[in-house]
């Protein structure tokens, strides 16, 4: 049994912690060593996926389909907008910042937009689909605060141009 010495030179011994309090211990500190990095690459990957196979759902070729233009006009009904151009900016924004959240590149910028569509999908469209926007609002929010992490095009950049914290002022 291990003993503690006290101030005044008497011995005390430690208490003794039970393996279940040992192991909680150790899963606790084996969480903690995860990286960052590694969650905010899964927080960028796996939205942009969902985002990117729904923009592929509204393109037949190079073109958006008549059938996505109809869900615009006939399910999704979103205030202010035409609905062809509803349909035509979606299928482009389904595609293009996906792409830019897996890249790692203007990756706040690309949470950002894709958190304000999953607004406008929360609010005007599937208002009952909240726990799944819920958990896409979460991934862009890791993003947007704490940024893409050391495996993205962002990284890269800032490492190129941004001084060293010893330099600025």
């Known amino acids: 049994m291990p003993i503690a010495e006290m101030l005044d030179g008497s011995a005390v ?6 393996p279940a309090v040992a192991a909680f211990r150790l899963f606790r500190r084996g969480c903690e060593a995860v990286p960052l990095s590694l969650i905010s690459l899964g927080a960028r990957i796996f939205p942009a996926a969902v985002f990117w ?3 592929e759902t509204k393109l037949e070729g190079w073109h958006v389909s008549d059938s996505a233009v109809f869900l615009f006009q006939e399910e999704y009904k979103l205030p202010l907008i035409d609905p062809w151009l509803a349909a035509h900016l979606a299928a482009f924004a389904e595609h293009f910042f996906p792409i830019l959240l897996v890249l790692g590149l203007a ?3 690309a949470a950002l937009a894709l958190l304000g569509m999953t607004l406008v999908i929360e609010i005007f469209v599937y208002p009952d689909a909240w726990p799944t926007h819920g958990v896409w609002a979460i991934s862009f929010l890791t993003v947007i605060v704490h940024g893409p992490g050391l495996f993205s095009l962002d990284h890269l950049i800032r490492r190129r141009f941004d001084p060293p ?5």
């Open 13 to 18: 011994s430690a208490p003794k912690i039970s």
């Open 53 to 55: 196979q729904s923009g």
């Open 107 to 109: 990756s706040r910028f």
């Open 165 to 169: 914290a010893s330099l600025r002022a």
